[in-house]
C-alpha cells in the first residue's frame, strides 16, 4: 500500500508589492510585526499511495511576533 516513505522540513519567505515596500510595522501592542512580508515553515509527509504520490503537510506562518495555528495539506498526485 505505501512504498517510499519519506520526510521533508520546509522554510519559505516572499513579499510582493506595487509602489511602496513595508516588510515590517507595529501592531497595536507595539510589537514589530511582518506586513509585506510572509514567512512560514513546516513539516510533510512524501509517500507512494497505490503508485501515486501523496504529500501531507503541517505548517506554520510567523510574523515575527508569534506563530500561526497549524494548516494542514494534503494533496495526491503529480505535480504539473
Do not use: C
Not at 25 to 37: H, I, S
Amino acid at each position: 500500500l505505501f512504498q517510499y516513505i519519506s520526510g521533508v522540513m520546509f522554510v519559505d519567505g516572499g513579499s510582493a508589492w506595487s509602489d511602496q515596500l513595508h516588510l515590517t510595522t507595529k501592531n497595536e501592542f507595539g510589537a514589530t510585526v511582518t506586513k509585506d512580508l510572509l514567512l512560514g515553515t513546516g513539516v510533510g509527509i512524501r509517500a507512494y499511495v497505490l503508485g501515486m504520490p501523496a504529500r501531507l503537510d503541517v505548517a506554520w506562518s510567523y510574523n515575527l511576533d508569534s506563530w500561526s495555528q497549524p494548516k494542514y495539506y494534503f494533496s495526491l498526485g503529480y505535480d504539473f
